[in-house]
């Protein structure tokens, strides 16, 4: 699914969004800045990846600023604050408007199977990962932001093999609930995205290479096919955007109506 990137707006806001180098990351910060917003993202290792997402807002007429991070380790977060803080001055800003909490990786693997050191590298990743870098950049976030957490299908439909991934995700929608709550008195909004089945290299690109994968997603969802990253992106620019300020404290699925 190809999609024409042209720039549609001259804002100045700024966004940060974590694994923004590939797959809904990357979907998500080019829709961003299509919409006029200046992009700080994160990556984890692939530094071509990153800088090829960095040349693609060039394109479109915005600025994106790549970091490195690993949302697993909280203990890197205060430096990388730091970096935040600089970039913000090189973008002529002393804040920044939207969270994307977006980074992650899965776990497929029965619940008798899954061992402590996996559990716990989930939760570091997806659950105090976001706890814990959304505490750190709350003094950065200007007052009426807005925050995403991007949750999964997989917290409403269970499959076997999903325990500790869906469980912690279940964790993230709480916890979105919550600072909504804690919150509001910035006017900061606070969301869930869930997006369902998404053809991309997640899982090792199950959904996108395994055609029998595919199949039984497509047969579970009632628009009749898996998700692609262009199904997502722009709805979570959109939500961004001040059109949906009175959304908060809100889980949205995104699955074309998997297992309805």
Request: proline share 3%.
């Amino acid at each position: 699914m190809n999609t024409d990137y042209t720039r549609v707006s001259t804002s100045t806001k700024i966004a940060i969004v974590t694994g923004g180098s590939r797959g809904l990351g990357r979907n998500t910060v080019l829709n961003l800045a299509s919409r006029g917003v200046d992009i700080i993202f994160t990556y984890h290792s692939n530094t071509a990846e990153a800088d090829n997402v960095v040349a693609a807002v060039k394109d479109i007429g915005h600025k994106a600023v790549a970091l490195q991070l690993d949302t697993g380790n909280a203990g890197s977060f205060s430096s990388f604050v730091q970096k935040v803080q600089q970039t913000l001055g090189e973008l002529g800003a002393q804040r920044f408007d939207y969270l994307v909490n977006n980074a992650g990786t899965s776990l497929h693997k029965a619940f008798e199977q899954t061992t402590e050191e996996e559990l716990d590298t989930i939760y570091n990743i997806h659950f105090k990962g976001v706890f814990f870098l959304t505490q750190k950049l709350l003094p950065l976030i200007n007052d009426g932001g807005k925050i995403i957490n991007v949750s999964s299908g997989l917290t409403r439909v269970a499959f076997p093999g999903i325990a500790a991934y869906s469980s912690i995700k279940g964790a993230v929608e709480v916890l979105t609930r919550c600072l909504a709550k804690e919150l509001g008195p910035r006017g900061i909004s606070v969301n869930t995205v869930a997006p369902g089945a998404i053809a991309t290299d997640f899982s090792g690109g199950v959904v996108r290479d395994n055609p029998e994968v595919n199949k039984r997603v497509s047969d579970m969802t009632a628009l009749g096919r898996a998700g692609q990253p262009d199904d997502v992106g722009p709805m979570i620019a959109s939500l961004l955007s001040d059109d949906n300020r009175w959304v908060n404290a809100q889980r949205i699925e995104v699955s074309g109506g998997m297992a309805p």
